[in-house]
C-alpha cells in the first residue's frame, strides 16, 4: 500500500522543538528492562530501544510501524485484536497463546489476549505520549514469566512531571494512494502540577481515523453473482472497505509526599471500530474482495471492534537499602468479529465472534541496594483471568436454499460456541548478581509457578453433527525456569557477555475425541497413530537459549556497535495428530521439537554533530528438528519468520534560518517467508519500504510533512 502524507502539526504548550545539542556523542538511553535503572550499553542482554524523539520522528503509531525494522523481530496485523510477534524464530500458531510478552509500564497486556489466543494475539495499544519502547530479545522466564519465550516488548508512557506545566497538541492530515483515502489524526497531552514537586496529573487523548483501501466487487465478478443467486444471497460493490477508527485516552497521577514514597495511578481505554475486513483474495486484483452482504446476520456488515480498558496502581517506597514496588492492575478487554463464511465454506453462512477478557494481575517485588558487591531482586506475582467466547454461525441466504453441503439443517444455527476459561497463576521469581571481579559479573535466576485452568465448552448446530455437546476440563501445573549471565567489561566503552536462558508458556485442557469413530480397533489410539484418543493435558512448552554478545562505544562514543548470535532449542511445541484414516477430529500433544539460532547487530554512528546514521539486521534459521506428523519434516521452515531484515536511516539536523529542522529517512527489508508451516499458502515479504519525515519548529509550533512506503510496494502482508 502507498501512503503519502502532508501537513502534520504540533501545537506545544511549552518550549517547542529542540536543536541539535553540539555533542557528536551519541546519547545514553536508560532502560528498565532487568526492572532496575541500567543504561543501554550497560545491560548484558540483547535489547533494542526507541526513544520518544525516535518514534516522533519515525512517526510511529502502531507496534507494527516498528517491529519488523528491528533485528530478529517480526510483527503482522492480522485483524484487530489479532496481532501477532515473532522474535528469533519463536511464534505461535493459530489458537496458539502469545510466545512474545508485551507490556504497557508494569502492566502485562497479554491478558487481554481473545481465548484460544487467535494467532498468538496480542494487543496493539497505540504509541502516544511513550517515554520509550525496549524490545528484549530471548526468552524472559525469570522476570517476566509466561508467554516470553520469544521476549518482551515494553512501552513505557511518560509519567506526570511534578515540577512545571506542559503539554502538546498534534493534528495531521495524510491521504493513502491508490485505493485510500484521506486520513486524520489527533493527539493531545496536558500535565498538570497540582501540589508542585508532590502531586501532579498527566492526560493523553488521541483519535486516528484511517480510510479504508479495501473494495468488494462482488457484484461484478459473474461467478459470486450466480453463487449468491443459487443460495438466495446478495452480493454487491462497495468501496472504502476496512475504513477504521482508533479513540483512546489515558490519566496518571503521580504523588511523591517525600522522597522514600512515590505512589502512580494510571487508568486508559482505547476502542477500534473497523467497517469491513483488510483482507483480500489471491485470486483477485490487490485490494480487491467479493464476499457476500452478511447483513441479514449483523447489520453492520462484515465488522471488527476491539476494546481494551485498563487500571494499574504502582506503590514504590525506597528503605534505603532496598526498595519495594508494587503493582496491582485490574483489566477488561473484548473483541468482536463479524464475517463472511464463503470466504472458507462453500455455503452461505456468516458469524459473529465476541470474545471478552477480565483480569487481575498483582506483583510485589524487591529490589537491593547495597553497596556491595552483591545485589538481589526478587518477588512474587498472581494472575486471575476470566475469558469468554460466544460464536454464532447462520444462514444468511433463503432459508429454503438451506444449507448446501450440509443437508437438512437449522438455518439459524450452523455452528453454536460458547467457551469460558478461568486461569490463576502464581509464581515466585528473583536475580541474584555478583560483582566477582571489577571487570566481571555473574547473575544467577530462578522462577517458579503455578497455574490452575478450567475449561468449559458448549457446541451445537450443523458444524458439530447437529447435536448439542458440553465439555468440562481442567488442567494444573508446576515448573521452574532458570537463566545464568556471566559479562565481562574491559573498559567503559565495552561489555562482553554469555547467557543461558529458559522460557516457558503455560498449558491448557485438551478434548478427549469420541472413540467409537477415532478408534475403531478399540486399543485406547488414535487409529494409525500411537498418541492416545484421551490425551491428557497439554504442558507447558519450553525452551533453552545459549546467548553471545557484545557491546561497544567507539570513536569517543560517537560510533555504537552491539551484536549477538544465539541458538535455541524449543521443546513440547504442541502439535495436531488425525487418526489414520482421518474421523473428523483432532488430538493435540507436546511432539514438536525446533531450533533456532541466528546473529544480529545493531549501529549507529554520529558522523557530525548534526548528522547521524544506523543500521540494523539479522539472520535467523529456525526450523524443525524433528519429523513431525502435523508440523512437517525435519528441517522444516518454522512459520512467521524472515531469514534476514534490515533496517538503515539517516537523520540530518540543521537551521533554517533560526528556525531548528530535521529530515530523516527510514528503510527496512523484510525477506520472504511463509505463513504456514506446510508452505501452502503463497510466500509473503520479501520487499523493502521507504519513509520519509521531514520538519521545522517555528516558535511553539513543530510542521512535519512524511511519507510511508515511498517505494509503493503492493504486496501480501500476512496470509491466514
Known sequence: MGVFAAGGMTQAVAQGGEAATG?????????????????????????SALGADTIDKRNLISMADYL????????????????????????????????????????????????????????????VDLERVEVLRGPQGTLYGSG????TVRNIPSSPNLEKIEGDLELGFSN???????????????????????????????????SGYMKTVGASNPDKVAFAAAHGATVKNEGDVGASEYAGARASLLWKPNDELKISLMTLTQNLEQEGLLRGAESLNPYEAIPLDISPLTSRGEFAEDTIDIHNLVVEYDFQSFSILASSSWLDGQTERGFDLSRTFPLAGAIVDDWRREGFVQEIRISSQWDGPLQFIGGGYYED?????????????????????????????????????????????????????????????????????????????????????????????????????VSYTPDDDHLIYAQWAQGFRLGRPVPSVPAAVCDIDNDGFLDGTNVSV?????????????????????????????????????????VFINAIPACGFQVQVN??????????????????????????????????????????????RLPGSPEWNAHASVEYEFYLGDRASFIRADYAYIDSYHDDIGTAFPEVGGYGTLSMRAGTNIDNFDIDFYGMNLTNVDDLMAVQ
Open 591 to 636: 511432539a514438536g521439537e525446533a531450533i533456532s539460532q541466528g546473529v544480529e547487530f545493531e549501529t549507529t554512528y554520529s558522523v557530525t554533530d548534526k548528522l547521524q546514521v544506523g543500521l540494523g539486521a539479522s539472520y535467523v534459521n529456525a526450523e524443525l528438528s524433528k519429523d513431525s506428523a502435523s508440523l512437517g519434516d525435519k528441517g522444516t
Open 385 to 485: 483471568l476470566d475469558s469468554s467466547r460466544a460464536a454464532k454461525s447462520e444462514w444468511i441466504g433463503d432459508d429454503v436454499l438451506c444449507c448446501g453441503f450440509l443437508g437438512v439443517v437449522d438455518p439459524d444455527n450452523l455452528f453454536t460456541l460458547n467457551d469460558e476459561t478461568n486461569t490463576t497463576q502464581k509464581a515466585i521469581f528473583g536475580e541474584l548478581s555478583y560483582q566477582m571481579h571489577e571487570q566481571v559479573s555473574l547473575t544467577v535466576g530462578g522462577r517458579w509457578f503455578d497455574y490452575e485452568r478450567t475449561d468449559t465448552t458448549a457446541r451445537s448446530g450443523a458444524f458439530n453433527g447437529n447435536v448439542f455437546s458440553e465439555t468440562a476440563m481442567a488442567s494444573d501445573e508446576d515448573g521452574t525456569n532458570f537463566m545464568a549471565n
Open 68 to 127: 519488523s525494522s528491528i533485528p530478529g523481530v517480526n510483527a503482522q496485523d492480522f485483524a484487530p485484536g489479532a496481532n501477532k510477534i515473532v522474535i528469533r524464530g519463536i511464534g505461535a500458531g493459530l489458537f496458539e497463546d502469545a510466545t512474545v510478552a508485551m507490556y504497557f509500564g508494569e502492566v502485562p497486556v497479554n491478558v487481554l489476549t481473545p481465548n484460544s489466543g487467535i494467532t498468538g494475539a496480542v494487543t496493539d495499544l497505540k504509541l
Open 176 to 210: 493513502t494512494a491508490d485505493t485510500g483515502g484521506s486520513n486524520t489524526k489527533f493527539s493531545g497531552t496536558v500535565n498538570l502540577p497540582l501540589v508542585e514537586n508532590e502531586l501532579a496529573l498527566r492526560v493523553t487523548a488521541y483519535n486516528f481515523d484511517n
Open 534 to 574: 484421551d490425551p491428557g493435558n497439554l504442558d507447558s512448552d519450553t525452551l533453552d537459549s545459549f546467548e553471545l554478545g557484545a557491546k561497544s562505544s567507539l570513536m569517543d562514543r560517537r560510533l555504537v556497535v552491539n551484536a549477538s548470535v544465539y541458538r535455541i532449542k524449543w521443546d513440547g511445541i504442541p
Open 23 to 47: 555533542q557528536s556523542a551519541i546519547d545514553e538511553i536508560v532502560v528498565t528492562a532487568t526492572k532496575r535503572e541500567t543504561t543501554l550499553q550497560d545491560t548484558a542482554m540483547s535489547i
Open 148 to 151: 516470553s519465550m520469544g521476549g
